[in-house]
């Protein structure tokens, strides 16, 4: 199969494409004929040695494949959960080696659930790492219900879109922000109300929001602390909570939280649900083909794509 080593943390100059054999699967994986990738900013902070280097204390000096979002079909079983053929997708050994760059990936059955026959596999490889980020935010750990005045930061992005939809489902007055180019597509996708974060400073044009989703910089949890109604909630997806917005918090019994996703069959089957029944929808940008990840990596860190970029095989 075709796999891509990254065989040292640098640039995209040090992608390698090999053949190598397809990886064997223990019991309760499946192996998957991966048909698309979605990449996210922490596919490019690990590729750059920190991430998932950091996280699960990996070897920079031995080749690695990288990424975890996938959508194919079932190519082997060892699991009762799916049979060969079966299509699926999910995001696989996070935070540890996903290895998704490559044509056969070896996950585990429980971080994987059945593809909706409504999307296509870009779709479904785009709505894991960001879509589970987004779920796991805000319906599992912040339980968001009609009525609560929502901030969410980025709100174009990967993470940003699926979080917006998932907020107005709940019932959520949804508030966006973005650049003004982005404007349009943040308020087609669901978003009561969107912020220019260029031309408009946030604690002038916010207030009373019961919880934030937070990707962004310390000035930026530390703005959003000023817009939160006493007790409410952030939860920061990119940056540890600093000691001086924890103390600007407590003044106003604001909970702060700093989260990572996890790997998820059962959180995947209800992201599933709502692509089914089209409750949330994916955005997919851009498609690379395979041989062109590093120009899909280039384009990723520039910061201005909106929703997800997949990747073709």
Known sequence: ?????????????????????????????????????????IDIKTRKGQGVFIYANLDPTKELILGWDISGYVFQSNSNLFKPGDEVFGMVNFLGVGAAYAEFV??????????????????????TLAALTAWQNLVKRARIKSGDRVLIH?????????????????????????????????????????????????????????????????????????????????????NEISQEAKD???????????????????????????????AIESHISKEFAF?????AHSELEKGRAVGKIAIIL
């Open 1 to 41: 199969m075709k796999a891509i080593f990254l065989k040292e943390p640098g640039s995209t100059e040090n992608f390698i494409y090999k053949e190598v054999p397809q990886p064997s699967i223990s019991d309760d994986e499946v192996l998957v004929k991966v048909k698309s990738i979605s990449i996210n900013p």
């Open 106 to 127: 070896a996950a585990p059955a429980s971080h994987l659930t059945h593809k909706p026959n409504n999307i296509s596999h870009s779709e479904a490889a785009g709505a």
């Open 154 to 238: 980025a709100a174009a992005g990967g993470v940003g879109h699926y979080a917006v939809q998932i907020a107005k489902h709940f019932g959520a007055y949804v508030i966006g922000t973005s650049s003004a180019a982005n404007r349009d597509f943040v308020l087609s996708i669901g978003a009561d109300e969107h912020i220019d974060y260029k031309a408009q400073k946030l604690t002038e044009s916010v207030k009373n929001v019961d919880f934030v989703l937070e990707c962004l910089d310390n000035q930026s949890i530390l703005d959003s602390i000023e817009v939160i109604k006493p007790g409410g909630r952030l939860i920061s997806i990119l």
């Open 291 to 295: 041989d062109k990840m590093a120009e």
């Open 248 to 278: 600007k918090a407590d003044i106003k019994s604001i909970e702060t939280a700093y989260t990572t996703v996890i790997s998820s069959g059962s959180d995947m089957k209800s992201i599933a649900e709502f692509l089914r029944s089209g």
